[in-house]
């Protein structure tokens, strides 16, 4: 029974939505990502992480929209308007390049959409 309980834990712990989504931008320079969110999740939290996110235990949050970002050339806003929220990144490195969630939390299991950011060297 512990072995239904275990697998079940982990097959409800996200929940990805759309296609992923190509992002290119410059060194140096800055790019915006706008990340969509469906009717109703206007109140929760949002936020941005690098790597496997959807796994549990390797969440490697980069900006979320409760607190300050861990690298300060991240920052997140939200328009609950629209409902897409916005990543910002300045002062783009070679480093910021690879895959990123957009996620919003839920109590259950998250909503993530995949983002690839690839950063080129000049125009």
């Known amino acids: 029974m512990l072995d239904v309980l275990l ?5 409800c712990t996200a929940v990805v939505v759309g296609a992923s989504q190509t ?3 410059y060194r140096g320079e800055r790019v ?4 969509s ?4 999740y206007e109140s929760y939290s ?16 980069m900006v979320d929209s409760g607190s300050p970002a861990k690298d300060e050339r991240f920052s997140l806003t939200d328009d609950t308007t629209t ?8 002062d783009l490195r ?4 690879g ?10 299991s998250d909503v993530y959409s995949e983002i690839v950011l690839l950063v080129k060297l000049s125009k």
């Open 83 to 90: 409902r897409v929220f916005t990543v910002t990144i300045t």
């Open 99 to 108: 895959k990123y969630w957009c996620a919003v939390e839920r109590i259950i």
């Open 32 to 35: 915006e990502i706008r990340c």
């Open 46 to 61: 949002k936020y941005f992480c690098k790597g496997e996110c959807p796994i549990i235990g390797y969440r490697n949050i």
């Open 37 to 40: 969110y469906e009717s109703g």
């Open 94 to 97: 070679t480093e910021d390049e």
């Open 23 to 25: 992002i290119s931008g």
């Open 7 to 11: 697998l079940f834990s982990s097959i």
